[in-house]
Every structure is written in structure tokens, then in C-alpha cells.
């Protein structure tokens, strides 16, 4: 199965890079290494120094939620020299942000899983950026009501962009929104499950970094990801 990318809108660059141009290949030489082992085995892999600092902020960021067999197996795989990492990311956004948050998520999954039947042990990995200050942003995302219509959620009323997101824990108020959410969105055989996961996730006292942390491990923990965050990257060697 394929998409007509073009009958949808997107560019002529777009549909050229899938395709595999060989405008591309000429104008971005290096993406070339993506399909030669050796490279990836001897100038990534093996070059990378920081391995224990890594698994250290994985470990730090991670610390709330129940690894399952296949993070603990990829935990392992990352300290080895050989292996390889498949990364992606996200800024932290109140009930997993925009879609593409696990579209990109689940695109780095198959990435490592292809890598690694190709030969080359690939693990996947999802950063979270918790350091930027833009509170708005992080803060709200829009829901479909039982019309179809989008309507925006937003977990605070205090805007900043002073504070880092790192440093914002929810209040009393995350119950009323979690409320309206459950009001807004159209009933189904699912919704008592999913009120149900979010209040378990958004309790007042737990960090926005937390709340979307722990989400993403419901989602994609299955599939081995490890996050860290970028506030644990930034107080180590890394």
C-alpha cells in the first residue's frame, strides 16, 4: 500500500526524498551511510564515549515508571559498544501533545528494529525536552468532541515563559480539567478506560515531565523505548 503524496498537497522536495531522488543523493551525499553497516559500526558506535552518562539520565528520567523485559534488555544492549541508537523527540506536551508525537515515536521503533535485523543491535530512544520555557505550548493540546469539532484543553490557566517545563508541577486545578475532558470527548467503549489511565497519570503534586513520561511508557514501553530527559542532559557529561 502506498499514499499519493502528491493528490495530497505535498511538496515536489517531499515526494522527491521518498522516492529517492536522485536529486538527494547528489545533493545530501551523506545520506548514503544510512545503508552501509560498517560506517555506523565503526564512526558512531564505537566513538561514542558517553554510554554511561546515557544510561545514567535514562535510568534518572525513567525512575516512575515500571520498566517492561524489553526496555531492561535494551538498557543492557546500550552499554555495549556496538550498539546503536535510533532517537527521536518531543517537547513535553499535557496529554502526549500533537499525534506526531508517537507517529515520530513509533518511526524510530521501526528504524531500530530494522537496523537490528540488518545485523546492527538499534535501540530506540525518545527525548524529551523539558528545558524550554514555553509554558503555552506544553500546556495545551485540542481534543475532538462528540461532533468532531477540535476543541483546545489547556492543563493550567498560568502561562509563563520564564519557567522552565521541567520545574512545572500540576495543582488542584489538573481535576477540574480532567473533568471537562471526560465531558468533552464522546463517549465509547473506551472512555471509562482512558479517564482512567489520565487520572492515574495527571494528579496534582506530579511534574509535567512526569505526566508525559509516564504516558508515552503506556503507549510505547511495550515496544522497549527509553526516554530521557533533556533536564538530566543537562547536568551530565554528556
Not at 102 to 130: C, M, Q, Y
Not at 203 to 208: A, F
Request: proline share 4%.
Amino acid at each position: 500500500y502506498s499514499i499519493d503524496f502528491p493528490a495530497l498537497g505535498f511538496s515536489r522536495l517531499f515526494t522527491d526524498f521518498i522516492d529517492n531522488s536522485p536529486f538527494f543523493a547528489d545533493a545530501f551525499p551523506a545520506n548514503s551511510t544510512l545503508e552501509n553497516p560498517q560506517y555506523w559500526l565503526d564512526e558512531r558506535a564505537q566513538r561514542f564515549d558517553s554510554r554511561p552518562a546515557l544510561v545514567a539520565a535514562i535510568q534518572a528520567t525513567m525512575r516512575t515508571v515500571s520498566l517492561t523485559a524489553q526496555q531492561e534488555h535494551n538498557l543492557r544492549l546500550l552499554e555495549k559498544r556496538t550498539t546503536l541508537a535510533s532517537v527521536t523527540g518531543q517537547q513535553v506536551g499535557f496529554l502526549g501533545g500533537a499525534l506526531y508525537t508517537l507517529l515520530k515515536a513509533h518511526t524510530a521503533i521501526r528504524f531500530a528494529e530494522n537496523r537490528t535485523a540488518s545485523g546492527l543491535e538499534t535501540v530506540p530512544i525518545f527525548w524529551i525536552e523539558d528545558n524550554d520555557a514555553d509554558s503555552a505550548e506544553a500546556a495545551k493540546t485540542s481534543v475532538l468532541n462528540a461532533l468532531q469539532e477540535p476543541i483546545e484543553v489547556s492543563c493550567t490557566q498560568e502561562i509563563t515563559t520564564s519557567t522552565p517545563v521541567a520545574e512545572r508541577v500540576f495543582d488542584a486545578h489538573i481535576t477540574d480539567v480532567l473533568n471537562t475532558l471526560e465531558s468533552t470527548l464522546p463517549s465509547s467503549e473506551f472512555s471509562l478506560d482512558t479517564m482512567t489511565l489520565l487520572r492515574d497519570i495527571y494528579r496534582e503534586g506530579v511534574s509535567w515531565t512526569q505526566a508525559f513520561t509516564e504516558l508515552l511508557q503506556h503507549f510505547l514501553g511495550r515496544y522497549g523505548m527509553l526516554f530521557f530527559r533533556q533536564k538530566e542532559l543537562v547536568s551530565s557529561d554528556i
